[in-house]
């Protein structure tokens, strides 16, 4: 964060919800040869970030590497998104995994991300769709076989959730 930056700064200098909204762009552009490795540790290290309960500094390495390159748009996305479960920021996170499944329809974690969410909120039914939407993209998925699983559960369909 660039706290000399007017996005990022307010009365006084202090840096006000830059962390973790929008980072500041750095201030040269990278170079395409380096760009795609950045991009990719920026997504390790948010995934770490993200497991050591440090939110919000994940969530700005994310960003970084949503900046960086677009090949690591839905990975990031997906990160971002989780990291917004983890705040209990339900409408940003469903929006974030939009985004990953609006860059890639057949992102499978974004479809078990949506169907989680839906599951949480009681819509059973929207649950199970994306559980179902995912299996199609990757029939192997453990999450969505475990998700589909307990909407049918839910539902009461108990023998079909036993296949």
């Not at 840096?15 to 760009?35: D, R």
């Not at 994306?130 to 909407?151: I, M, N, S, W």
Request: with cysteine.
């Amino acid at each position: 964060v660039n706290v000399h930056h007017p996005q990022c700064t307010g009365h006084g200098g202090v840096v006000h919800n830059a962390l973790y909204l929008q980072p500041c762009a750095p201030p040269v552009q990278p170079t395409p040869k380096n760009s795609r490795e950045d991009a990719e540790a920026r997504i390790l290290l948010g995934d770490s970030l993200m497991m050591a309960g440090k939110v919000d500094l994940a969530i700005y390495h994310y960003n970084i590497a949503l900046w960086l390159h677009p090949e690591y748009q839905s990975t990031a996305y997906i990160g971002l998104a989780n990291c917004f479960v983890q705040k209990s920021d339900t409408m940003t996170a469903q929006h974030l995994y939009a985004e990953a499944l609006r860059v890639q329809p057949s992102c499978v974690p974004a479809w078990c991300g949506i169907a989680g969410l839906y599951s949480r909120a009681g819509n059973t039914q929207r649950a199970l769709l994306c559980y179902k939407e995912a299996l199609t993209f990757q029939p192997e998925c453990a999450d969505a076989h475990r998700g589909l699983a307990q909407a049918l559960k839910d539902m009461g369909r108990l023998e079909e959730s036993a296949q």
